[in-house]
């Protein structure tokens, strides 16, 4: 953006590694929404597009606000005049320093992630975000035990209703589909807490058992594509999903079996590591992946200067993408917005914010460059996500998750087993968030109708009724 915009100007872009990630395939799928890949490139590519750019190849040492120069780890110091820090976020990682706790956050740890998974025959996920999901899905071959601290999976993006449509998906048996209701209702059957579900499948892809038992840059959208995540068993997916429990204790094996407090599970055998969770229970893994979340890449930026912290972690940003030191912006998982918001938006550490809030950073320091007036892009009005969980197109719009809303906000849902989950969230007679997953062909409408804030009280629930073609009645 900068480069483009003030061809003039010297841009200059430090970077630790030897690629960049860049956004491909770009879609704009409604007025907020967009799809997009993002696949690594050698920085050289973005040299020959903008003659004005220079790529620095080194990490940053420390960061200088008031003589406005950065110190490289190679020794080498630069001078700016506005400078925007996108550092991104690093793996909340359960423990530091232990080989068999793995941290899936760049290219390189998802690279030793195939590695290890390779030989493995059981691994333990903890959390309960994107990359938990993506990962007890997509991995075959191999034993999964997913700890997750909530009721339900999913809990950062859907409720326990559509992580209930999504559990049989990790089953190889695909659910038939049944017409639904025109009042639909939908209640969850939870598994008591420290409870546990298994679903298991085999090479043919016959489901033999379900049910409770007693027993640094990111990575793009979809990084899981094309690598194979396959352990070293014959089976093609088994998975026991380990409800509102969280990881109490990890041990060595010489240090499990010289506890003998520890209970382990009949079949436990002899493993390199084990874990303990806050359920009593302990299993024997090959390795255990962190997928707990991510804290803002703040290091190390801090020392010697005054930034303002939010209580994330990250560096509070204005309506400009400012910072608290002068000519400081940043944008991305590295900070913090701190402005304020749209009632229909709401920061979320992902891809689509992190391209939306870096370009918007270039244009806002471009025109202060150039002495011009920016306003706040329309992308921050409305939360909008496309990903896909699953095998399923999943789509968040606004207050998806009823985030922030009172007591007196209403919900409707339309599900088809096997084919669609739809959730619309309303507040007044309107329509403030929605989560869709499948083809439903309803992200532009409902797009609207949040967006325009309709009074739709007269249609009730008829406003997710299968019979009406909701699309042609609201353009």
């Given at each position: 953006m900068?480069?483009?915009?003030?061809?003039?100007?010297?841009?200059?872009?430090?970077?630790?590694?030897?690629?960049?990630?860049?956004?491909?395939?770009?879609?704009?799928?409604?007025?907020?929404?967009?799809?997009?890949?993002?696949?690594?490139?050698?920085?050289?590519?973005?040299?020959?597009?903008?003659?004005?750019?220079?790529?620095?190849?080194?990490?940053?040492?420390?960061?200088?606000?008031?003589?406005?120069?950065?110190?490289?780890?190679?020794?080498?110091?630069?001078?700016?005049?506005?400078?925007?820090?996108?550092?991104?976020?690093?793996?909340?990682?359960?423990?530091?320093?232990?080989?068999?706790?793995?941290g899936i956050r760049d290219t390189d740890s998802a690279q030793e992630f195939q590695k290890r998974l390779s030989k493995a025959k059981r691994i333990v996920i903890v959390g309960n975000g994107g990359i938990a999901l993506e990962l007890v899905y997509e991995v075959e071959g191999c034993e999964v035990i997913w700890a997750v601290k909530d009721k339900a999976i999913g809990n950062t993006f859907f409720d326990a209703g559509a992580a209930q449509f999504l559990i049989p998906s990790l089953e190889a048996d695909k659910p038939q589909a049944a017409a639904p209701c025109k009042r639909p209702r939908f209640t969850t059957e939870e598994a008591a807490p420290g409870g546990s579900h298994i679903f298991t499948a085999d090479r043919s892809s016959q489901a033999y058992g379900h049910g409770p038992t007693d027993s640094g840059s990111a990575l793009g959208p979809d990084w899981h594509e094309g690598i194979a995540l396959r352990g070293a068993e014959q089976v093609s997916h088994r998975v026991s999903v380990e409800y509102q429990c969280e990881v109490e204790k990890i041990f060595t094996c010489e240090e499990l079996h010289k506890s003998p407090e520890q209970t382990l599970r009949p079949e436990c055998g002899d493993w390199p590591v084990y874990v303990r969770l806050t359920n009593a229970q302990t299993f024997g893994c090959d390795f255990v992946v962190s997928a707990t979340g991510v804290v803002p890449n703040t290091e190390p930026f801090l020392q010697g200067n005054t930034f303002v912290v939010a209580d994330d972690g990250g560096l509070q940003v204005d309506d400009h993408m400012m910072t608290s030191e002068a000519d400081v912006y940043?944008?991305?998982?590295?900070?913090?917005?701190?402005?304020?918001?749209?009632?229909?938006?709401?920061?979320?550490?992902?891809?689509?914010?992190?391209?939306?809030?870096?370009?918007?950073?270039?244009?806002?320091?471009?025109?202060?460059?150039?002495?011009e007036p920016v306003e706040l892009d329309f992308c921050f009005e409305l939360f909008s996500h496309i990903t896909k969980f699953f095998n399923y197109k999943v789509v968040l719009l606004g207050k998806f998750n009823s985030q922030g809303l009172g007591p007196d906000h209403e919900l409707l849902v339309r599900c088809t087993k096997g084919q669609e989950y739809v959730k619309v969230v309303l507040s007044g007679g309107r329509m403030v968030g929605a989560v869709l997953i499948g083809e439903t062909d309803l992200e532009e409408t409902f797009e609207n109708l949040i967006l325009n804030q309709m009074d739709l009280t007269p249609y009730g629930e008829e406003l997710l009724n299968p019979d009406i073609d909701i699309e042609d009645y609201f353009d």
């Open positions: 900068l480069s483009s915009q003030i061809p003039s100007a010297d841009v200059a872009l430090i970077t630790a590694g030897p690629h960049i990630k860049a956004v491909t395939n770009y879609k704009q799928v409604s007025r907020t929404l967009e799809e997009f890949d993002v696949e690594e490139q050698p920085s050289s590519v973005l040299e020959e597009k903008f003659p004005n750019l220079t790529i620095i190849h080194s990490a940053v040492k420390s960061l200088h606000t008031k003589s406005h120069c950065v110190e490289t780890a190679d020794g080498r110091v630069f001078g700016y005049k506005k400078l925007c820090i996108c550092s991104g976020a690093r793996p909340k990682l359960l423990t530091q320093d232990n080989p068999y706790v793995l940043a944008a991305g998982d590295v900070c913090t917005a701190c402005w304020e918001q749209s009632p229909l938006w709401q920061q979320m550490r992902l891809w689509t914010q992190a391209r939306q809030m870096g370009w918007y950073a270039g244009r806002c320091m471009a025109a202060h460059i150039l002495s």
